[in-house]
């Protein structure tokens, strides 16, 4: 499939430059021309998941169990071991131009299929299938969310296609995110990047308010205190950080069963080939 137009490093640069920028592009995604425009130049197509972090995870305690429980990094463990081609970038677009202090900048996407081997060399390298899961690992453990699914976004600025043939792998930290600009986006192109569907996440009677879930944990600014109680708004997109986070154990994330996560793999493998 080869190249199709390769970023260089000084396009690359220049992304990085514009980032703080933007929460006023997503504001303007809101006017009608713009919003059509954008929808079909960059979010075409798409379907982008985020998946909770695995010491989050309840299965709903009224489903009996099935005897090996599937942890939604499996899901992004599936998708390496199936695909034939992989990529990690040397470093986080995202984290790069917000200028993160708090998580690893040098922890970037890994994009699987044929599409990644016109990504210009100078910004990452084709690794083998056990590197690739030693990568998503090593983000796990530096707190890190995944986000997975088709990204036309991702093929624009790589400079990259077919899009059928490009799997998109994010690392995300609650503070540089992209899709943090999530509630002032769209609403028509914010619907792309969605939860994992059948989690339920709720707050229980052990809140007292204190407010942690608060302080720049949430990457879309979904939770509130409200009459003295946290509140969790439909922005929400389930990555479970707030769970891990509050000190009162009474936040919970529940998934109705394992079947949410083949559901997942089926639906995102109907958009990507990655052989």
Known sequence: MGVFVARSTRFVKLLKKVYPARYLAALITNLPVVESVADFGFFMGDDVVYLPKDNTIQINKSIPLPEEIVLPSQVVEHFIEKANYHWIMDFCLCRDGAHCNDYPRDFGCLFLGEAVTGINPQLGRMVSKQEALDHVKRCR?????????????????????????????????????????????????????????????????????????????CFVDAIQIIDGRASISDDCRACGRCVEACPEGAIELTIESNLVFNETIERLSSLIDLT
């Open 141 to 217: 453990e530096a707190g890190l969310v995944h986000m997975v699914g088709r990204n036309k976004l991702d093929r624009v600025w790589l400079g990259v296609r077919p899009g059928h043939k490009l799997l998109t792998i994010c690392n995300c930290c609650p503070c540089c995110c992209l899709y943090g600009t999530l509630p002032y986006m769209s609403p028509r192109i914010g619907k792309k990047i969605q939860k994992l569907s059948g989690v339920q996440i709720s707050v229980n009677e052990l809140c007292i308010g204190c407010g942690t879930c608060c302080e720049g944990i």
